[in-house]
């Protein structure tokens, strides 16, 4: 006589039916549990695989901005040229305004910071940041594209 055995609990039964009826009436959600479990795995790559693209598009749109020259390189290049120098503090608003208006451009500006350099801020008088030294003149405060333009000869 044949024996049949359960595979999830190791029970024997005589014939194949009464075996099918135990795992239809004891195991339903041991087979549900599993089908369950590979739709959910699926998902999960699914999930997975969308975050892994949008981090891809995220990290190339900031590579492409971040070699994308910036709006005013040619001006500030122009006034680095021209020997203007910009003194100012990294802790100050205001010069941290007038270094946000270059933008990217800021890197190509001769920025002296009168924290780390106060024997030359002291010699040259600076009281209040930012001062600009253009053509040996001294422009306090914030100053604008047009003023810079218009005192160093460099166009905007």
């Known amino acids: 006589m044949a024996e049949f055995k359960c595979e999830i609990c190791s029970k024997k ?6 075996l099918e009826q135990h795992k239809s009436m004891k195991h339903a959600d041991a087979r549900d549990e599993k089908e369950k479990r590979g739709k959910t795995n699926f998902r999960k790559y699914i999930i997975l695989g969308i975050i892994g693209l949008i981090i891809v598009f995220l990290s190339l749109s900031v590579y492409s901005y971040m070699k994308k020259p910036g709006s005013y390189d040619d001006f500030a290049k122009c006034l680095s040229e021209k020997g203007a120098v910009v003194y100012g503090n990294d802790f100050c608003s205001y010069t941290n305004k007038q270094l946000n208006y270059f933008g990217k451009s800021d ?29 040996g003149k001294m422009y306090e405060q914030v100053q604008s594209f047009e003023t810079l333009s218009s005192v160093s000869g460099c166009e905007i």
């Not at 190509?108 to 001062?131: R, S």
């Open 13 to 18: 039964f005589e014939t194949n039916e009464s």
């Open 107 to 135: 890197k190509y500006l001769n920025y002296v910071k009168c924290a780390e350099n106060e024997a030359l801020c002291n010699e040259k008088n600076i009281k209040i940041t930012p001062t600009w030294e253009i053509d």
